[in-house]
């Protein structure tokens, strides 16, 4: 064979001849295979216990939301906005506002058993991580959860009707409320060992409504409304005859106002953007921070009793925007005075393209949408005028949420806040910080984190082990598989010259103890995963009473195969490196003298 085509040739003949070598020398080979699964195996076996097992522990903990979840131990209260801002929060995998304790316990009966059974009522709503992972269907409109425990008590199942009562004890009588509830599902028993009903958070905000005596319209559930009050930030008074100090000083004593002050017609003007037309004597009152409600005016204006004097009741112009005649107009709001007889609920502008329009405020996050009757203004202003008692109602915008209520026509009072929540980390690494960061902010929590930290230190502990056992077990396996394919090549210094005198380049020849090194490694690491698997069965077999579906003790992923197989060739090529060196050394004339 000439040397063009052998160089043709070389790479694959290379690699032929490494093999033909290997297979030449069957018992040492078959030796250094073995010995190198003697040193993977048992790494194999150590990593797979450790990982098998850390693995069905944090299964274990994962599977069971109950380990994420943040419980609060004190009860206060937490508006929407903070909500709004923990679900923002990327280590938060779930949050859920909690109705009040007392306001929480329903009756559950059904047609078939007149027994009552007491539960606790819980919201819920979608992608509820207690109620996913425990086999449950997200209620929504008149559907319930019930946990194992509560309809065992009840005798039901899936998509059985229950009655829910409510009651409450108002003006020294006890009074009932029922609704009919659809079960939708029911709880694996691990989710709650207490009888337990979930639904919708809109139902339990209803509840926990009805409990506090106001109506529930959508259920026809008498009560009072829960209305809006007007809020002001101080009282204009005008006088005939000039008040001295001691009455001044009579009219912020116990009234709820902190500061009089007298000013004049045109400061006046300024501040409430109209003219007083009766009194020499214009009196300022302002409360020192908090606005004052009716009686406080009401407190005043019995002080003032027999004097002939004039209240006008005044709020801080606010900013609204309405939407009218197919324009925005962004004004500011102001009561108006008496004297006007402004009708109630209606508003006065100059700029007036039609009689019906849309009210819109905004403050922070929060938005109130109204719709609003509009009027002709009789003298030229920027303002946007209303009678007292509607300016006061949407002053208190400013301090909680109200809602137009489109069945009464009238401002209502939103909810303030929640007593608590339910809340539930992304991941097990989660818990610990997210608790960190409750205390911070003086909210006491309580967690499943001494649990999880046991879990992630017996397997920090396990890694370092595994590691220590590993770097001991590579460093000798290197060492042997070096101190092999060295000697092989001292003995077969004859045989590589000649195949350099053949025409084998230098860099063909480094090849050759290289493959030799590779199939050695995967031949070792192949035996070694033979044996991992069948000892892997065994220890599985042995533990199987304590392992569930899809759990194992001992177990590798095809990632971590690869990761051996690759790490394995890696120590193979580094190892025969020094050996590839020496065969490069091999001069073609040695093979010529031995001939």
Excluded at 2 to 13: A, M, V, Y
Excluded at 108 to 128: F, G, S, W, Y
Aim: aromatic share 10%; with cysteine; hydrophobic share 45%.
């Amino acid at each position: 064979m000439s040397t063009l085509s052998f160089g043709k040739l070389q790479k694959g003949t290379v690699f032929w001849l490494a093999l033909k070598d290997l297979r030449h020398e069957t018992l040492i080979n078959l030796n250094l295979i073995l010995g190198t699964a003697a040193i993977i195996a048992p790494l194999l076996i150590l990593f797979g216990i450790k990982f098998g097992t850390i693995e069905t522990m944090r299964n274990r903990l994962i599977e069971d939301p109950r380990n994420l979840e943040i419980r609060q131990l004190s009860s206060q209260s937490y508006d929407k906005k903070w909500f709004s801002d923990i679900e923002k929060d990327k280590r938060v995998a779930f949050v859920m506002p909690l109705t009040r304790k007392l306001a929480s316990t329903v009756i559950l009966t059904t047609p078939e058993m007149p027994r009552q059974v007491k539960a606790d009522l819980i919201p819920t709503k979608a992608n509820d991580p207690l109620i996913l992972r425990n086999g449950g269907v997200i209620p929504t409109g008149h559907s319930a959860l019930l946990s194992n425990e509560a309809a065992k008590e009840l005798n039901v199942k899936g998509g059985d009707v229950i009655t829910m009562s409510v009651t409450r004890y108002i003006h020294q009588k006890i009074e009932k409320e029922s609704l009919d509830l659809e079960i939708i599902s029911i709880l694996d028993p691990r989710a709650s060992f207490l009888k337990t009903i979930y639904l919708p958070l809109d139902l339990a905000e209803k509840v926990e409504q009805y409990k506090d005596g106001l109506a529930v319209e959508d259920f026809g559930w008498k009560g009072t409304q829960a209305s809006a009050y007007p809020v002001f930030d101080g009282l204009f008074i005008t006088t005939k005859e000039p008040l001295d100090r001691v009455e001044q000083i009579r009219l912020v004593s116990g009234t709820g106002f902190s500061k009089i002050e007298q000013i004049s017609a045109s400061k006046a003007l300024e501040i409430t953007g109209y003219s007083f037309n009766n009194g020499n004597n214009i009196y300022f009152i302002q409360p020192f921070k908090n606005k004052v409600q009716e009686t406080n005016l009401k407190a005043v204006e019995i002080k003032l009793r027999g004097t002939g004097f004039k209240a006008y009741p005044w709020i801080k112009p606010f900013p609204v925007i309405l939407n009218t005649g197919g324009e925005q107009l962004e004004k500011f709001l102001l009561a108006g005075p008496k004297d006007w007889n402004l009708d109630v609920d209606k508003f006065y502008l100059n700029h007036l393209t039609d009689h019906k329009g849309e009210m819109v405020l905004t403050q922070q996050d929060r938005k109130l949408i109204l719709p609003v009757a509009l009027e002709a203004l009789k003298f030229q202003s920027d303002f946007v005028f209303s009678d007292a008692a509607t300016a006061g109602k949407l002053a208190l915008f400013q301090e909680r949420d109200l809602a137009f209520d489109p069945n009464t026509k009238s401002l209502v009072l939103a909810r303030r806040g929640y007593a608590g929540f339910r809340l539930y980390a992304r991941k097990l690494e989660d818990v610990e910080p997210l608790k960190h960061h409750f205390e911070q902010k003086g909210i006491a929590v309580s967690t499943q984190a001494e649990r999880i930290h046991d879990v992630t230190t017996l397997d920090r502990y396990m890694t370092i082990i595994f590691w220590l056992i590993a770097i001991v077990g590579v460093i000798g396996g290197t060492a042997t598989l070096s101190a092999s394919l060295y000697s092989s090549v001292e003995r077969k210094r004859r045989d590589l010259s000649i195949l350099r005198l053949l025409g084998l380049s230098k860099t063909a020849l480094f090849r050759f103890p290289v493959y030799q090194g590779s199939v050695i490694a995967v031949g070792g690491v192949s035996t070694a995963l033979l044996f991992f698997l069948l000892m892997a069965w065994v220890i599985n077999s042995l533990f199987g009473a304590y392992l569930g579906k899809g759990e194992s003790f001992c177990t590798l992923t095809s990632t971590h195969i690869f990761l051996v197989l690759s790490f394995a060739a890696t120590v193979a090529i580094i190892s025969s490196t020094i050996a590839a060196f020496k065969a490069t050394r091999a001069d073609p004339a040695e093979a010529m003298r031995d001939e």
